[in-house]
């Protein structure tokens, strides 16, 4: 019922930079939180940073000061801005979106997009 569209990954040298976008289409209801979530090979999926409504945001500490989250409303997009990649930051990072559907909240993903660093 929701499609996240996710663009902007690539292959970067230590260092580097990134800006990851995510833009939600169709039967939206009401946007909690939007955010990102990553996962490395042998590694749980893991939250890098999220965003709410109100424009509360909340970073893993790998990330804090690297990666800023931000949102266009008008757009439905999220993006996150990466800087200073490190190698340890390579993984398949997903869009994320939390919406309240009625009583209860439905979450939906995008299909995951690869961002790898080189040392």
């Known amino acids: 019922q929701v499609q996240l569209v996710e663009s902007g990954g690539g292959l970067v040298q230590a260092g580097g930079s990134l800006r990851l976008s995510c833009a939600a289409s169709?039967?939206?209801?009401?946007?909690?939180?939007m955010g990102w979530y990553r996962q490395a090979p042998g590694k749980q999926r893991e939250m890098v940073a999220t965003?709410?409504?109100?424009?509360?945001?909340n970073y893993a500490g790998s990330v804090k000061g690297r990666f800023t989250i931000s949102k266009d409303n008008a757009k439905n997009t999220v993006y996150m801005q990466m800087n200073s990649l490190k190698p340890e930051d390579t993984a398949v990072y997903y869009c994320n979106l939390l919406d309240d559907i009625g009583p209860h909240s439905r979450q939906s993903w995008g299909q995951g997009i690869q961002v790898t660093v080189s040392s």
């Open positions: 169709g039967n939206i209801f009401s946007i909690n939180v």
């Open positions: 965003i709410t409504n109100t424009l509360s945001t």
